[in-house]
């Protein structure tokens, strides 16, 4: 049972610059959500997913797209990378909205 | 709007010693309080989830209370391991459409 698996571990962007942050679950969860976190700042909210085809704003939206088109993957997508967007991001999933969560092991996005 | 505290940032403490961690949050309509451990570079592993309807809950050497009333959890770890150094994050969700709201963390070390 491999939980929940977030691709890549580590990534370096040039400002301007695409990219897809992936999260892939396998315990069937309904529940599925992005944070970034920051030194000082904790864990944020960007987006989450309340099942497929089901996507809102979490604390932090801007310049971050989700959608969940399967029970089981809820990509984020940076537009446009910015320094600002530098972070740890975790994306956790759980049974219901108010069900135990489960992290992912984090990407680190530097953006330069 | 919820806001979780943890006090102190940072505690260390001689290995083999009872030791009590500190949350608090502002408003008492929690649906639940789960507690999470963070390794250094790595993702956040569940400790425990502590339902409102609930006083505590116990996992192994890990014991967490709630007391809503007052705003206070409190996660105890008996005979504690230099394993046990790790940061550990408590988070609130309350009811309603609202996410888990994070403290920023107490960062544990045990020394041998």
């Known amino acids: 049972n491999a939980g929940v698996t977030q691709t890549p571990k580590f990534q370096v962007l040039k400002t301007g610059q695409s990219m897809t942050l992936q999260c892939a679950q396998d315990m069937n969860h309904e529940y599925m959500s992005w944070y970034r976190q920051d030194p000082g700042m904790g864990l944020r909210l960007i987006h989450y997913s309340v099942g497929a085809g089901i996507t809102d704003q979490g604390e932090v939206p801007n310049g971050y797209n989700v959608s969940r088109s399967t029970t089981e993957d809820f990509p984020l997508r940076l537009l446009s990378a910015a320094p600002s967007q530098t972070s740890v991001y975790f994306c956790?999933?759980?049974?219901?909205?108010?069900?135990?969560?489960?992290f992912g092991q984090g990407t680190r996005l530097t953006v330069v | 709007k919820q806001e979780v505290t943890q006090i102190p940032a940072a505690l260390s403490v001689p290995e083999g010693e009872n030791l009590v961690l500190n949350c608090s949050f502002t408003?008492?309509?929690?649906?639940?309080l789960q507690w999470f451990r963070q390794d250094p570079g790595k993702g956040l592993t569940s400790l425990l989830l502590i339902q409102s309807s609930q006083r505590e809950q116990t996992s192994g050497r890990l014991n967490a209370s709630l007391d809503k009333s007052s705003g206070r959890s409190t996660l105890y770890i008996a005979a504690s391991q230099p394993g046990d150094s790790a940061t550990y994050l408590c988070a609130a969700r309350n009811s309603g459409n609202t996410p888990l709201v994070f403290g920023k963390g107490t960062r544990l070390s045990v020394i041998a």
């Open positions: 956790a999933s759980s049974y219901f909205e108010k069900s135990e969560a489960f």
């Open positions: 408003d008492s309509a929690i649906y639940n």
